[in-house]
């Protein structure tokens, strides 16, 4: 597990840098594309949301939350990234929506850094990639 530091400018600074956040949503979508169609089904987008604990972090679900809860949860999700209505999610989608969310979840932090603990198998957390990116504030826990 590691432990890392992060307020709103360090997510802010990550998002507003235009080459590293586009290698990011590259490699993520790359990581969620599981059959590479280029696209994201509502399962592949699931697993991404997943691990990227946006249910968590967006409505405050946690084990107590009945699973057809946090099913509808899901379809609220994937709804908002499919944003033409494709009944799937591409690259550009994906990569605003993230962006939206990050750019929501620094406004929500404002100058106030936060602690926040994250698995080794979360693969693709664009917090710690954030923290990563504005660098030395990433431990080891
Ligand atoms: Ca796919």
Known sequence: MVVVIID?????S???????????????FASLD?????VLSRSELRRGSES????????????????EEVAKLHDAVFEKFDCDK???????????EVRN????????????PIQMALEDE????????????EGSKVFAA
């Open 14 to 28: 990550f998002v507003n840098n235009e080459t590293q956040f586009q290698k990011s949503i590259e490699e993520a």
């Open 86 to 96: 494709s009944g799937t999610v591409d690259r550009k989608e994906f990569g605003n």
């Open 34 to 38: 599981l059959d590479n169609d280029g």
């Open 122 to 133: 979360d693969k693709i957390s664009f917090l710690k990639l954030a923290a990563d990116f």
């Open 52 to 67: 990227l604990r946006l249910i968590e972090t967006h409505f405050g679900v946690d084990f107590s939350t009945p699973a």
């Open 8 to 12: 709103g400018s360090t997510i802010l």
């Open 101 to 112: 969310i990050l750019v929501a979840i620094a406004e929500g932090l404002g100058f106030c």
